[in-house]
């Protein structure tokens, strides 16, 4: 799978073993690769799905196989696969963090209004406030979904309940934001001792306007993991920004941050899928177009 213009990811699924330690998978540019004359790269069990962010060049034909460790050894190499990443449009780049400030006008979400459940649940149609384009497509709506997703289109799956590799193939195929993807909770109290507070609003004047998606406190679900910060779209240029004041991490789900077409096509920082790691006062910057 592609992850943007320089960057690829590979899934593997290999079974599941109490003794398997580890993985290594060895890759190359020509066929029946030597593990001993190989790039490598090795990660720890569990891990399923397995995640490759070497950087593979789009377009270039790759071998790779793949081998298990454990306490007696290594196992022998894989059968050889072969793969050619795809170039995605679109560009990632960490930027300042810089957060806007609101006017005191925004729309503040009742979430016992907008999300009828509550948990595992997405809103009705929102209002951007001017035309922005998503992957080529012209919006003037967004949905917000309560485990840190804006969809375009349409209120598509709710993404219960951890962030996944994008693309994604599964729960989520449509064009989707994932600025804090998890298992997320508006109604739970979290580490801060508050209830989430969600708003929006849009901001300036033609053609320079921008839709400031502002989260605060949304807690992961029955743990004490939470996520503050926004999401913000940019008139004319069409670029999304995300921007994460703090994000804590769900001792038992994972967290993803970027941008999505379909199942076939998204933009994000590798390091930024299905991680578990604390984030403070950073900031990325997609464009989709």
Not at 218 to 230: A, H, I, K, M, R
Not at 255 to 261: L, M
Not at 262 to 288: H, I, Y
Request: charged share 10%.
């Amino acid at each position: 799978g592609s992850v943007n213009g320089t960057q690829a990811w590979i899934n593997f699924s290999p079974d599941a073993s109490g003794s398997v330690t580890g993985y290594t998978l060895y890759w190359g540019t020509a066929p029946e690769i030597d593990p001993n004359n190989a790039s490598t790269y090795t990660g720890s069990a569990p891990a399923i799905p397995f995640k490759i962010m070497p950087g593979f060049a789009p377009g270039t034909p790759y071998y790779a196989v793949l081998t298990a460790t454990g306490p007696s050894g290594t196992s022998a190499p894989s059968p050889e696969i072969t793969f050619t990443p795809a170039t995605a449009p679109g560009t990632v780049t960490d930027i300042p963090f810089a957060p806007v400030t609101l006017d005191g006008l925004a729309t503040v979400i009742d979430p016992a209004v907008t999300f009828p459940s509550l948990d595992d649940s997405v809103s009705g149609a929102l209002e951007i406030g001017f035309t922005f384009t998503f992957y080529g497509v012209p919006y003037t709506q967004f949905f917000l979904g309560t485990n840190g997703l804006v969809y375009f289109g349409a209120a598509g799956n709710n993404g219960c309940c951890w962030g996944a590799m994008l693309p994604n193939t599964s729960e989520l195929t449509q064009p989707v934001i994932a600025f804090s993807w998890s298992d997320m909770h508006t109604t739970d109290i979290g580490p801060t001792g508050v209830a989430a507070t969600i708003s929006y609003e849009t901001l300036g004047t033609l053609p320079n306007r921008m839709l400031v998606i502002d989260v605060q406190d949304l807690s992961t679900f029955q743990y004490d993991g939470y996520f503050t910060g926004q999401v913000i779209l940019y008139e004319t240029t069409n670029v999304v920004e995300i921007h994460t004041q703090t994000l804590l991490p769900n001792p038992a789900y994972s967290f993803t941050q970027g941008v999505q077409k379909d199942a076939t096509t998204a933009a994000a920082n590798p390091e930024r899928m299905q991680f578990t790691k604390s984030l403070s006062n950073e900031a990325v910057r997609f464009t989709t177009n």
